[in-house]
């Protein structure tokens, strides 16, 4: 194979690879060579290849991340960020590798959170998807028209309920779940870790 005369420089792999998120197939059929010779020239110029999970990610956001990250500027900013950082340190589920969630029955809590991803990753509301989790003895339908209408979001965004049996009928925890936990969901690997490094660090800073 004579890969050495080849169209592909550097700089043209960089752009295609690296740039653009090409695949290596896509670059093949795109110049109308072998999938090995592309590889071969990734492998020469020293450009690393995509693990299968960049890969994956790519594939499902073809137009780039799905979220702006934006800096604290203000007191103001500041306090809206920390509290939002708190929020998923203390409430979130950090154990999904996948995607940004966080779950409870307080709707104002909800909010804050909501408006921390809003305000400092520009995340679209439309993107977001929501689980509910209610008692046997609470009407599916009416716990989803309180949780549309307290945080503004539409009855097509909700994944299928989770119904557990109702073992409790008194005390203050029944009346908190009145309208069940409505989970916070946004699948999407690099946020999650973004807002988990961001707990990391204030881990290490000295009380």
């Avoid at 059929?29 to 693990?51: D, F, M």
């Avoid at 203390?90 to 104002?108: C, I």
């Avoid at 408006?115 to 339908?141: A, C, H, M, S």
């Amino acid at each position: 194979m004579l890969y050495y005369l080849s169209m592909f420089t550097v700089e043209l792999l960089k752009k295609l690879y690296l740039a653009d998120g090409l695949s290596v197939s896509v670059i093949s059929k795109k110049y109308n060579c072998s999938q090995g010779k592309v590889n071969y020239w990734l492998k020469k110029y020293s450009i690393p290849k995509r693990t299968i999970s960049e890969a994956v990610y790519l594939q499902n956001n073809p137009k780039g991340n799905p979220f702006t990250v934006c800096i604290p500027k203000s007191n103001e900013d500041w306090f809206l960020y920390g509290m939002g950082i708190g929020l998923y340190w203390g409430e979130g589920n950090k154990m999904n590798n996948h995607a940004v969630r966080l779950g409870n029955t307080d709707p104002d809590l909800l909010k804050k959170f909501l408006n921390f991803l809003f305000y400092f990753y520009k995340i679209e509301k439309t993107r977001l998807r929501f689980g509910l989790q209610i008692f046997t003895d609470i009407d599916p339908e009416i716990a989803k028209k309180y949780w549309c209408k307290k945080l503004s979001i539409n009855n097509n965004q909700f994944q299928k309920v989770v119904v557990s049996e109702s073992l409790h009928k008194k005390g203050t925890y029944r009346k908190k779940s009145k309208y069940g936990v409505l989970t916070i969901y946004f699948s999407n690997t690099k946020l999650r870790d973004i807002i988990v490094d961001a707990i990391e660090k204030l881990r290490e800073v000295p009380m």
